[in-house]
């Protein structure tokens, strides 16, 4: 079910953690960024490639989610210079159904993972707490 | 397909290329060589007629020139008074008879009066008297002479030959009987053919021996109007009289007269040819159609053969134009068939398209929405929010929101798998899960039809190695099938799958309207549906068994028409693949 679970539980793993969202859907994303900051995460959201390798520059993330199939910027392209910038950021994509011969070999690029659109919110957090947990 | 109109023109068409390409030739040589032959053929009987007559004129001419001979060697021989001994003539007369049997009847000396002073033969004409005998004038005029056949005293047909002596200043002829039956048998003996015969004349057209046939009355005149001193000066068709239509003169000359005489009965060929120094005419009468019924009964043969070789090759053109035009109709009509079908395959890959491009386009704002209620719900946590007394129905109202948002999302996602191009690569696939998929996409329209699905699906059912989209594509196939068989009135669709031995079995058995023996045979076929046109492209069922017998299995039906039709596809589990 897509409303996730009750906010409290998250609250204390993912307390501060950095996450970057980029996809070109503007409603998509500002929800999605509202919902994760509920709980507790720091969302910056980016509408394109460009503005998201744009905000890389300046900040850095704990994990970035990527829209795979936006227009005008590959996402393969994207995400290896994710990778070149931020090479300890784990990436998550997002793709449409059907594309999941380009999910795959994001991952071979270094993707951590991805997901169908559209997406369980509860599974999305699965898959950051998981990267993070990776990390650490 | 093409009008009506269009086969029939072509039929036509074609038969008159063939009947005039083959008309044609035949015409040209059978009538070039048909005239050639028979040209040459008439020419070739006509000059053997004129050789035969020509033969028996020089023969009739020797026999009559030696028959004198004869006698001018006894005139010469023996003297007037040797010759006027009566014992001594008699013995001249059995040599001579002897000789020649039958042909010398007397002999006898007629002094310049008139008289028969020596008689040797069977007649009593002894001192008989010929100064008023017409021969008798003639003959004195002459050193020698032959006469015209005539009755004369003996009342019997025969001719004279005289050769005439001098002794002194007076004159006397020696003169022979020619017997007449002797004579014609020489002329008699010319037939040719049923109608060829021949005869003398003399030159006021009076017969000398008996015809075999009688004659016409133009040929006669004809006969009259003959003057071999004429020809020898003219020597063209104008001096044979005038030319009338009747009688038709072919050639003439010196020698012969030559054509054709309309009788009664048909066309005769004369011959004329001169005889005894033009005095006579030999004449040689024969039926036009006798001389050249070679030649006319060849004509009727190749006339019969050429009709005969016409009609069949009408015949033939007409009925393979038929079956050529058939042909083509048939040919014709697959190929509309298959182009529809074309179009249709392209229809549906469009629509497929179609159908992809908006299940992802509907992704997104379903994604949204789901998102947006999530949002809802999650702001609902909050205190406030918690106290308004409608809490409960926000919380269960956003649920519903999410769980028809997934809803929509396993919708677009199976529709988009359907749609995807063929992606052969095997997978291990449950088949009961491609089956369940199905079902589900079909949910709507089996219930709409009032159609009862039940399953009986092995648990327990292994894997097997096949293309994912291939299996939907089967099974889809074979479901709609089911559903549209049985219809809107409402029936059983039953799935069952099951192992047995090393095979997956599953069979898809609907109470549906049945296939009839002659579909059942075609059912596989490529293009074949009994669906009106438009309503199918008669490729499922050919693919399906395509791509089960690309596995290794086998795709086949039971049925009995009204009852209702059973599928059973079976795999190998561990991929025997052909």
Redo the contacts between chains.
């Keep these: 079910m897509s409303s996730g679970d009750p906010i409290d539980s998250e609250q204390g793993e993912s307390k501060g953690m950095k996450l970057l969202l980029v996809d070109d859907e503007e409603s998509y994303v500002s929800v999605l960024a509202k919902r994760l900051s509920k709980r507790n995460y720091r969302v910056k959201t980016a509408l394109s490639g460009t503005e998201a390798i744009h905000i890389l520059r300046k900040e850095s993330f704990d994990l970035a989610v990527l829209d795979f199939k936006m227009e005008g910027m590959d996402g393969i392209e994207v995400l290896k210079i994710f990778k070149v910038m931020a090479p300890e950021m784990p990436v998550i994509l997002l793709t449409g159904h059907g594309s999941e011969t380009a999910a795959r070999e994001g991952m071979e690029h270094g993707a951590f993972d991805y997901l169908v659109k559209p997406c369980d919110l509860s599974e999305l957090v699965k898959r950051i707490r998981e990267a993070c947990a990776k990390g650490l | 397909m093409m009008e009506k109109h269009y086969y029939t023109s072509l039929t036509r068409n074609m038969t008159l290329i063939v009947i005039v390409v083959s008309f044609t030739p035949l015409i040209l040589i059978a009538g070039l060589i048909g005239y050639y032959f028979e040209t040459s053929y008439r020419e070739k009987v006509m000059e053997h007629l004129h050789e035969l007559v020509e033969k028996h004129q020089q023969l009739i001419n020797s026999f009559l020139d030696e028959k004198l001979s004869y006698i001018k060697v006894l005139a010469d021989s023996y003297t007037y008074d040797e010759l006027t001994d009566e014992i001594f003539l008699q013995n001249k007369l059995v040599i001579l008879q002897n000789a020649y049997s039958g042909v010398f009847v007397d002999l006898g000396v007629v002094n310049s009066a008139g008289v028969q002073i020596s008689y040797a033969g069977s007649l009593k004409l002894l001192n008989a008297d010929y100064s008023k005998a017409e021969w008798f004038r003639e003959a004195i005029k002459r050193d020698y002479y032959l006469t015209d056949v005539f009755l004369g005293l003996r009342r019997t047909p025969h001719f004279i030959i005289s050769v005439k002596k001098r002794r002194g200043d007076t004159e006397w002829l020696l003169r022979a009987t020619i017997d007449f039956v002797a004579f014609n048998s020489l002329v008699e003996q010319i037939h040719i053919g049923k109608t060829g015969s021949a005869f003398i004349v003399n030159s006021a057209g009076e017969l000398q021996t008996r015809p075999g046939v009688e004659l016409a009355p133009n040929i006669t005149s004809l006969l009259s109007r003959i003057s071999w001193a004429r020809m020898a000066g003219a020597g063209n068709a104008e001096a044979v009289g005038s030319s009338s239509d009747e009688v038709k003169t072919s050639s003439s000359g010196s020698n012969v007269i030559s054509g054709i005489v309309k009788s009664r009965n048909g066309n005769i060929i004369y011959i004329l040819m001169p005889l005894k120094s033009g005095e006579w005419t030999l004449a040689y009468l024969q039926d036009q159609a006798d001389a050249f019924a070679e030649v006319n009964r060849a004509r009727v043969i190749a006339l019969a053969i050429f009709i005969f070789g016409c009609l069949a090759i009408v015949l033939v053109a007409l009925f393979i134009s038929g079956k050529v035009v058939g042909q083509i109709k048939r040919a014709d009509l697959e190929k509309e068939m298959m182009n529809e079908q074309v179009i249709e395959a392209g229809k549906l890959a469009s629509i497929g398209e179609l159908a ?1 491009g908006i ?2 386009e509907i ?2 704002p ?3 929405m ?6 809802m ?3 609902l ?1 909050e205190q406030e929010l918690q106290q308004s007394k409608n809490v409960d129905e926000f919380s269960r109202s ?2 519903q929101i ?2 028809q ?2 809803r929509c ?1 396993e919708i ?2 199976k529709l ?2 359907f749609a ?1 191009k063929t992606d052969p690569v095997q997978h291990e696939i449950q088949v009961n899960d491609t089956i369940e998929e199905i079902l589900s996409l079909c949910g709507e329209r089996s219930k709409f039809n009032n159609i009862r699905v039940q399953t009986e699906l092995d648990r327990r059912l292994p894997l097997i190695s096949a293309s994912p989209t291939e299996m939907q594509q089967v099974f889809m196939n074979l479901i709609n099938n089911a559903i549209d068989a049985i219809g809107s009135g409402g029936g059983l669709l039953e799935i069952r799958s099951r192992v047995e031995g090393d095979k997956v079995v599953v069979d898809i058995a609907d109470t549906g309207h049945g296939i009839s023996k002659s579909v059942m045979a075609r059912i596989f076929d490529p293009f074949f549906t009994t669906k009106p046109v438009g309503k199918g492209t008669g490729l499922g069922l050919s693919i399906c068994y395509g791509i089960i017998k690309k596995l290794g299995g086998n795709l086949t039906v039971d049925s009995s028409v009204g009852l209702g039709t059973t599928f059973h596809v079976n795999i190998p589990i561990h991929g025997g693949k052909s």
């Design positions: 992809a299940a992802h992704n997104n379903v994604a949204i789901v998102e947006e209620a999530g949002w719900e999650d702001l946590e956003l649920k999410g769980i948002g997934v999302k677009t996602h988009l798998s995807r």
